[in-house]
């Protein structure tokens, strides 16, 4: 999953929403040097990702882009949810996309003295052009894939995958609504046990 996902799945908790959000760029038990809060959005990220990869949902999307985008298929296809989070987070909460994304920003700020490097340098330009809720359009989805597949020096293609996103948007909406479901349960129960 993506940012927003992440964030989303991580409770009420605005530490462990912020060890979630920032937990890719932490490495082995490195996680130690956080607040316990913050290690136990790194935790739950980690597991995230481990119950997503093994997902036979997950895996039937990220089939569909095997072919064009070998082992990238599953970044794209987390940018992928993240869009139909965004785009039906009505379904999920009860709060406006634009309200939840504002208090994690604010959250960020105001904890910014505990963020990592990493997060430090990419915390501007998220804000400044509001990445999460940019998730909601093709177009953001869009722009997000071409940065990141700028990162890669465009080896990924990751640009070209709104192509197939539109050429299969209702499959991988439906993939995603089905996997989602599992997965809050999955998360919910991970945060009872941290």
Known sequence: MNFLAHIYLSGDNDL??????????????HFENYPLEIQKGIILHRAIDTFTDAHPVFRQSTKRLHENYHHYAGVIVDVFYDHFLAKNWNTYSDEKLEDFVSRFYQSLQDNH?????RTKGMMPYMIEHNWLVSYRTV????RILTQMDHRTKN??????ATIELLEFYSEFENEFNNFFKELILFSNTK???L
């Open 16 to 29: 462990i929403k912020i060890g979630n959000f920032m937990a890719d760029g932490i490495r082995g038990k």
């Open 113 to 117: 003295i505990i963020l990592s490097e």
């Open 139 to 142: 177009e953001g989805i869009n």
């Open 155 to 160: 080896e990924s293609k990751m640009r070209f």
């Open 191 to 193: 945060i009872s046990t």
